[in-house]
């Protein structure tokens, strides 16, 4: 497995290589990523979607959002939800001992692109082939289309640490945890696997930025490969809240789309020990 610190913006670069440059990265995140309670408590949970790490852009509608409990189960009703001018945020009840996942969904979105001109001028169209082909000027060529969609992710335990949310749903591209997120320490490797339809995909390219780039002199983002096995392994020295981010792409099945993209966004903390 490759591994190597590369600058935030090469690491953006990197993230977005399959993407649209213009696209923002979607986060989901808990204002504490572990509880200690005998009793019933609430967690404040942000969504946002922005170009820079744990920093607040554009708020996200409710739609998306899904919670599932520690017994696996998804929570359907997350109380209060409110969406400001930068971020919308919930409170997620945390009611027993064990691990909550917390996703949020977008997609798929159809974007399409083609080539015009004697300079073959790039030019990006929103939609879907059919859309695209009927909208496109004459003389278009080259059209490409993809499909896009986005999951952000992170998890939250109360006192003891359970793994049914952390178990593979073996559809579509997955991110899953094999080091449970609430033993995450300075140090140690922390493990993730990468899945599509259950099966594990290697050599994909998995960027992980810490958070607050801003106030770095030089910030960097660590730049990793998966295995033959799909499985990704870091160490960081530094505790603080991270974001590592993935972006999957397959040959479409759908006559609509070229290409299929998955982009991931997964937050969590390292303790520091």
């Known amino acids: 497995m490759k591994s190597q610190f590369v600058n935030v913006t090469a690491g953006l670069t990197l993230a977005l290589a399959s993407g649209l440059a213009s696209a923002h990265d979607i986060y989901i995140w808990p204002s504490y990523f572990t509880v200690n309670s005998e009793k019933a408590v609430d967690v404040p949970v942000q969504i946002t979607a922005s170009h820079t790490t744990y920093r ?6 409710s739609e998306g959002v899904k919670v599932f409990a520690a017994d696996g189960k998804q929570v359907r009703r997350i109380g209060s939800f409110y969406q400001g001018a930068r971020f919308s945020t919930f409170d997620l009840g945390v009611e027993g001992e064990g691990t909550y996942a917390l996703e949020y969904h977008r997609g798929p979105n159809y974007h399409s692109r083609y080539k015009i001109g004697k300079r073959d001028t790039e030019k990006r169209i929103r939609g879907n082939k059919s859309h695209a082909k ?14 896009y969609t986005t999951i952000a992710m992170s998890y939250v335990t109360n006192k003891a640490p359970t793994n049914d949310v952390l178990k593979a749903k073996n559809k579509g591209f997955e991110v899953l945890p094999i080091t449970h997120p609430s033993d995450y320490v300075t140090g140690e490797d922390l493990t993730v696997s990468l899945l599509f339809n259950g099966k594990p995909v290697a050599n994909q390219d998995v ?13 960097k983002a660590l ?12 160490n960081f020295a530094k505790g603080g809240r991270y974001m590592l981010k993935v972006n999957h792409k397959i040959d479409s099945t759908d006559p609509e789309a070229d290409v ?14």
Not at 207 to 219: F, K, R
């Open 260 to 273: 299929e993209i998955t982009r991931v966004y997964y937050a969590f903390e390292v303790i520091f020990e």
């Open 134 to 147: 009927a909208n496109a000027p004459k003389g278009a060529r080259d059209l490409e289309t993809a499909s």
């Open 207 to 219: 960027v992980i930025e810490l958070e607050a780039p801003q106030y770095s002199e030089n910030p």
């Open 56 to 61: 607040p852009d554009f708020a996200m509608p």
């Open 223 to 234: 730049e990793l490969k998966s295995d033959k096995d799909g499985l990704v392994s870091f």
